[in-house]
């Protein structure tokens, strides 16, 4: 068994949070977002750090929900449900907030959740083979813990259409769309990022603090706890419809869904 999630901080300052699940494309489940909200909040009280970057090993950077996962949870009790909605969004809200740069790296497969991520960090670069979908809706299940960090990242208009059809699109609809900010060849990923990190140390960490804050106040992204609490009881409840449930059993068993019988 390895760690779900690795992190390191190094002597600039500079945290590295990786996602380690590659064998299943990175794909989130409980352990890992677990290990997302542990590995935040231990650097969050590092007073040295400076910039966060996320990334994912393997082939892709975060493959969605393990959607296995996502039947197991959905099988539990409704009390069970709104808290694993509630660790998810707290783990992407405390990326979105945290009071330093976020840079993030992505390659391959960057969907449903892996969007949120993305569009919760400051400056998002991407690998020209990247692919990206808002997919929840093709298995019955809402994106409404990410849906205010897509909001700000590429406006509702965008986010009307890519979450409503859950269909995929690549590296270069991503920059146009604003959900990614750079396009470079894989192999140049790593060296975008430290490029980016060069110039976010070369900023005042306090200035940077406050003109971060004072963005979140406008967007989107910067509700209050009632919207919070609203997002995670819609996140849990669609889990358990009877259409959560038909939209999963078709993932399960490699077939279309049968909306129709829900």
């Given at each position: 068994m390895h760690p779900p999630v690795l992190n390191s901080l190094d002597p600039r300052g500079v945290a590295s949070v990786t996602l380690n699940r590659p064998e299943v494309g990175n794909a989130y489940n409980g352990d890992m977002i677990e290990g997302l909200l542990a590995a935040i909040d231990a650097l969050s009280a590092r007073p040295e750090l400076r910039v966060l970057l996320l990334k994912g090993n393997g082939k892709h950077f975060q493959a969605g929900a393990d959607l296995a996962w996502v039947r197991s949870v959905a099988g539990a009790s409704a009390q069970e449900n709104v808290r694993v909605s509630r660790a998810t969004a707290h783990a992407i809200d405390r990326l979105n907030r945290l009071p330093v740069p976020t840079v993030v790296l992505v390659q391959g497969g960057c969907f449903?959740?892996?969007?949120?991520l993305a569009a919760a960090c400051d400056v998002a670069i991407a690998g020209d083979n990247a692919l990206f979908s808002i997919s929840e809706v093709r298995w019955g299940l809402t994106a409404a813990i990410i849906i205010?960090?897509?909001?700000?990242?590429?406006?509702?208009r965008q986010l009307r259409r890519y979450a409503l059809t859950g269909e995929r699109f690549g590296a270069a609809e991503a920059q146009r769309i604003g959900l990614v900010h750079q396009v470079v060849p894989p192999e140049h990923l790593a060296a975008a990022g430290e490029e980016m990190i060069r110039r976010l140390l070369e900023n005042g960490p306090q200035a940077m603090a406050n003109t971060k804050a004072a963005a979140l106040k406008s967007a989107w992204g910067g509700f209050e706890p009632p919207t919070f609490d609203a997002l995670v009881a819609a996140h849990a409840r669609q889990r358990q419809t009877p259409e959560a449930a038909e939209g999963l059993a078709s993932f399960a068993e490699k077939r279309a869904a049968r909306w129709a019988r829900v």
């Open positions: 449903g959740g892996g969007t949120g205010p960090q897509l909001s700000d990242a590429i406006a509702v």
